[in-house]
């Protein structure tokens, strides 16, 4: 559906300074899938999606979209996909309905298409009773969802979104996001979306590209890029002298194959908390208390963490996505609620 070979974008920032927007993106999308691109601002991920939806010209590199290319074929690209980017498409005097028409009449579809299409988009996306407000009266929320009902009109095959659900509240992003799932299960479409909520793309998206500094700096599965780059961490507080206790706690640590397995040691009130990054936390947690049990060591506390998409960032970059956000736009994003969240 997408198949992007050494994309990139330089632009000229302050001073005439080049800005690599983007690096070398290179990317196949199956058809059907749904894709999040997790970064924090400024990473590269609107410009990728500006460019795969020939928005925007690369500076090199070739891509096709829906077996277009984007440089030699933007009409056949446009003709097969949606584009809902960041700002809200939606005028600001129109009636819901009179915007849906329009929009319709713009891609030249037939008056009777038109109102069929916009019926159905006005049922699923929950704007029956909105239809005759214009759309400056509406919520964040409801605006959003005029702005895909809008990208759905034509009946793209591929859907591009760009963050969604930014500035929206918990409630009305939750509401968001089932409507997409909705429309994807309607129409099967192919969905490539921008974030930076690491609980949207950890929870809703088969595959997940990190990028940062306009690369992809790691492609997979949310539960796949957990595990690989960063382990569960196990939390024990003992009783008594920890000598034995943290080898027991080492020599498990070491046998999950563990990055690294030397635990760290502090004393808790009167015992001692001892942390160690394992993997297969699950399976190691209940080994591990049967053997310091058997050794016969008390334990007083047992915690098991399950792995973050934020500490996938930060042990790729060094730095926490959630900091970066808050940073950037001085909203902190919302906790990650899904952590190991079976799919
Ligand atoms: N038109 C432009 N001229 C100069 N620099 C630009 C332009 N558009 C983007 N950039 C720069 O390119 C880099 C990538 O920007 P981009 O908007 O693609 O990031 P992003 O990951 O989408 O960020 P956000 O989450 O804030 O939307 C940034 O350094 C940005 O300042």
Redesign the pocket.
Known sequence: MISARELSKH???PGGKT?V??SDLTMDVAPGSLTAFL??????????L?MLTTLLEPTGGTATVCGHDIAREPAEVRARIGYIG?KNGAGQYQRVRDELLSQGALYGLGRAETRRRADELVEILGLTELVNQPTMKLSGGQRRRVDIALGLIPGPRLLFL??PSTGLDPQSRAHLWQHILELRERYGMTLFL?T?YLDEADQFAERVMV?DQ?RIIADDTAPRLKTSFAGDRITLTVDGDPGGAVAVVRRAAADSAAADPEPEVTPAGAGTRIVVGVNHGDRVLPALLRELDRVGHQVLTAELARPTLDDVFLNLTGRSLREENQT?DGVPTPETTHVGAAR
């Open positions: 632009f000229r920032g800005v927007a983007v970064g924090p601002n400024g990473a590269g991920k609107s410009t990728s500006r960041q760009d963050e921008t930076h990028v306009g950037a």
